[in-house]
């Protein structure tokens, strides 16, 4: 009952005229940037983030929140009517295409959006049970265990995002090496500042956030040279009720896999669709048609992305804790309206948690109006030119850093770090692990410092707590584990024979 009155607490909020023109807005764009080949929600919420200075915090919030999960749905209608899969799409073209190929693109289409609708009314029910209940339970945690909670993130998300550990954690240090540029909090000295005034308040998350992945985006698909052909199929959406009592079985097996997936660390929309269809792969009546064009394979990885994606917000409202790179962009967005996500943040502002949980369920009906009856119009965006597009972004990454501070300086670093991300890419490491360590780096200096000043300078605060110990036991077991994997790997393999 409880849940239910929050809930109805919630939808005071999200139902006023401005918040439902931003959750709306938030789902349009999702949904375009989602078409887009080349874009994602990790740029569009970077580019969009300089916008929310002059937007009241509940509407800017639900906005950004409305392109997160709006442009999961987005990336399956590229991923299934041209085989243009973003990282959260890459599962629909498998099945999604192949019913293109069989002249089945509506029922592939209209699959994937109703999926996702239960995948995100499921996900929705989960994070207003369950993020009240982890925010109890992080009160118990102090700054030790805060610490571990860190290093344990930076740990898995490091793994999970670039699948080797080396490179992930090579990543974070170089994020939180970056979060230590500028005047140091307690000391007052500049650090790593090399004598640049401008340097002395640190480098703003919004510049890094454009460049690495907006501005390196552009530069990616520029240097790839690829040309998008329009799709000219025809759409007819209805499905016959057999095939519509295939579709929700498999929309529920999601939607469940999906909601634990999505408050794992280091989990998401791209872990849960993967681990959806292997699902459905084992468990459907149909499995020995998934693969060449089953209604299944679309519906259960439709249903978790969208599920993921919204539970990836209980280990940022509730625990502080972002999971991935939107969730450090999203807080990002917390931090720069002045509210620190938390177990505080429950307590302390009600009615933005609230608002946001019940205006995601607003946004998924939003997104059913959107995406089912208007899909063909939406297809007409892959007729945008490139050397439209292209330039029109980067002008906009300009326009959006230096709107900030008013500074030509800002838009130098951001072009900087645009180049840095470039390279990354090209050398087969994601800035995703940088992004999380520049955000949680001064958070886990912060209480390193507090744990330490507690227990008079002793480390032995860091092992002696419960929830500490037990973290950074997690933290060696993973490591050994990887490192013993890596050894008995490079064993396994042939070596080469010297001519």
Request: proline share 5%.
């Amino acid at each position: 009952m409880d849940a239910l009155h929050n809930l109805a607490f919630g939808f005071e909020t999200a139902l006023t005229l401005h918040n439902l023109m931003y959750c709306a807005i938030g789902c349009v764009v999702g949904t375009l940037v989602g078409l887009l080949p080349g874009l994602g929600p990790l740029s569009t919420i970077s580019l969009l983030l300089p916008l929310t200075y002059s937007i009241p915090t509940a509407g800017a919030l639900i906005m950004l929140a409305g392109i997160y999960y709006g442009a999961q749905y987005g990336d399956s209608v590229s991923a299934i009517t041209m085989k243009i899969p973003h990282a959260s799409s890459i599962v629909a073209c498998i099945d999604g295409y192949q019913m293109t190929l069989n002249g089945k693109t509506g029922l592939a289409l209209f699959t994937a959006g109703i999926s996702s609708f239960i995948g995100g009314t499921v996900a929705i029910v989960v994070l207003s049970t369950i993020a009240p209940a982890l925010g109890e339970v992080a009160f118990l945690f102090g700054p030790a265990d805060y610490c571990a909670l860190m290093l344990f993130g930076f740990v898995c998300v490091s793994f999970v995002t670039t699948g080797s550990l080396l490179n992930g954690l090579a990543m974070t240090l170089i994020g939180v090496l970056l979060g230590s540029i500028g005047t140091d909090v307690n000391s007052g000295l500049q650090r790593f500042t090399m004598d640049l005034p401008f340097l002395a308040d640190g480098i703003g998350i919004v510049s890094i956030a454009l460049g690495c992945f907006g501005i390196a985006e552009v530069v990616k698909n520029l240097d790839s040279g690829s040309q998008i052909t329009p799709f000219n199929g025809t759409i007819k959406l209805m499905p016959t009720w057999p095939e519509f009592k295939r579709i929700i079985p498999s929309a529920l097996r999601g939607s469940v896999i999906g909601s634990f997936l999505g408050i794992l660390p280091g989990g998401g929309p791209v872990i849960a669709q993967f681990a959806a269809y292997a699902v459905d792969k084992r468990f459907s009546k149909y499995k020995h048609e998934i693969g060449h064009g089953a209604i299944e394979g679309v519906a259960g990885q439709a249903a978790a992305d969208e599920a993921a994606a919204r539970t990836s917000f209980i280990p940022l409202m509730a625990i502080g804790i972002p999971e991935n790179a939107v969730m450090a962009l999203m807080m990002g967005a917390f931090i720069v309206k002045g509210i620190q996500p938390g177990p505080n943040m429950i307590a302390n502002h009600p009615d933005l948690f609230w608002g946001l949980v019940a205006s995601m369920w607003v946004g998924n009906c939003f997104l059913v109006v959107l995406n089912v009856p208007l899909v063909r119009y939406w297809l007409s965006v892959f007729k945008i030119p490139f050397n439209v597009l292209f330039p029109a972004i980067l002008f906009f990454c300009c326009i959006g850093t230096y709107s900030i501070n008013n500074s030509l300086d800002d838009i130098f670093i951001t072009a900087l770090f645009g180049i840095l991300g470039y390279v990354f890419m090209r050398l087969g490491m994601e800035a995703a692990p940088l992004m999380l360590g520049f955000i949680l780096g001064p958070m886990l200096e912060e209480n390193f410092r507090r744990a330490l000043l507690l227990s008079r300078g002793s480390f032995s605060a860091f092992v002696t707590r419960p929830i500490s110990g037990t973290l950074l036991a997690c933290i060696a077991i993973f490591i050994t584990w990887q490192m013993v994997s890596f050894v008995i790997k490079s064993r396994r393999s042939p070596t080469p024979i010297a001519a």
